[in-house]
């Protein structure tokens, strides 16, 4: 299905306007999943100025989406009316070190930062390594592995509001749970400062060399997956549910819940949006039979059916 084209109308009602539309990308090609239907229009803003001019300037009635590198994402078959904005490398990628302050865009890859200081001599920022995800779906989602969460390190977060307005918040402001912010979700984060702190390179790599054997001896890093599915509820595991309600090796369709980690969904190949949802919300109906216990998901899922 196609969408009617915005392009025109947002061109005419921000002439300087600076990055790139798109109309009905398709956004199978910008998920780890590789499903879904498209976008009605992409915008790739030019920086942090060009972003807030464009929401200044886009009318209130048009819904807006925010896609990092849809590594925790599920896009539905039916596509997104509206705008889905992505921040790029170019304009939001940059990580830069000051003392032991690591700087990191928004759409910097969490692994970047994590080397960015390692190169530096700065620990505690190692279990970003570990994340395949942006520091946009990390301050938004309080990303986290190994015993270490967004929330230990971050000193502020910069973004910009639905209205066009930039903001600061404290990691206080962030108002940071297990797996999520507190802050407007209309806000759209644009860069972070993080504190490190000095180690020796020594230390550090072997910290990182264990974060990425964990994540190859557990996780199926090399198939089209969305990385954890469920949220692990207090005092359990997420996998261990699954597991002991007989849900590994599952599938519906062309997705399949998988043998080497039971909170990770795979597209086998042929999956659609539906199929990979729909297993998920079964392996919530039989977890809910076997334990009580309902999961909730971690993936964030949008879009129309």
Same mark, same amino acid.
């Given at each position: ?99 032991? *302050? ?65 903001? *600061? ?137």
């Amino acid at each position: 299905m196609a969408f009617p084209d915005l392009t025109p109308q947002l061109k005419t009602a921000m002439p300087q306007l600076r990055g790139r539309l798109t109309a009905n990308q398709q956004l199978s090609e910008l998920t780890w999943f590789r499903v879904g239907g498209p976008a009605q229009l992409l915008f790739t803003p030019a920086d942090e100025d060009d972003l807030a001019y464009f929401l200044k300037s886009l009318s209130a009635e048009i819904p807006v989406y925010v896609v990092g590198v849809g590594s925790n994402l599920i896009v539905r078959d039916g596509g997104l009316p509206g705008v889905v904005i992505r921040l790029g490398p170019r304009g939001f990628g940059e990580v830069s070190v000051q003392g032991e *302050v690591v700087v990191a865009g928004a759409a910097a890859l969490d692994k970047r930062v994590a080397e960015a200081a390692a190169a530096a001599g700065l620990g505690g920022l190692e279990f970003f390594f570990g994340i395949p995800g942006t520091i946009g779906g990390a301050l938004r989602m309080n990303a986290g592995a190994n015993a270490a969460e967004t929330k230990d390190v971050l000193i502020e977060a910069s973004g910009v509001g639905r209205d066009g307005q930039k903001h *600061v918040f404290t990691n206080a402001e962030m108002k940071f749970v297990y797996r999520n912010s507190g802050v407007d979700t209309s806000v759209i984060f644009t860069s972070a400062r993080f504190q490190g702190r000095p180690a020796t390179a020594e230390a550090i790599r072997v910290r990182m060399n264990e974060v990425q054997a964990h994540r190859e001896a557990a996780q199926p890093i090399r198939e089209k997956t969305g990385g954890s599915t469920f949220k692990n509820p207090p005092g359990h595991s997420a996998w261990k549910l699954i597991d002991a309600a007989g849900c590994r090796g599952l599938r519906i369709g062309g997705a399949q819940v998988s043998e080497m980690h039971c909170n990770f969904l795979i597209n086998t190949g042929e999956a659609t949006a539906g199929d990979i949802e729909a297993l998920g919300e079964a392996v919530r109906t039989r977890v809910k039979e076997n334990s009580g216990i309902e999961l909730q998901w971690e993936i964030k899922r949008i879009g129309i059916s």
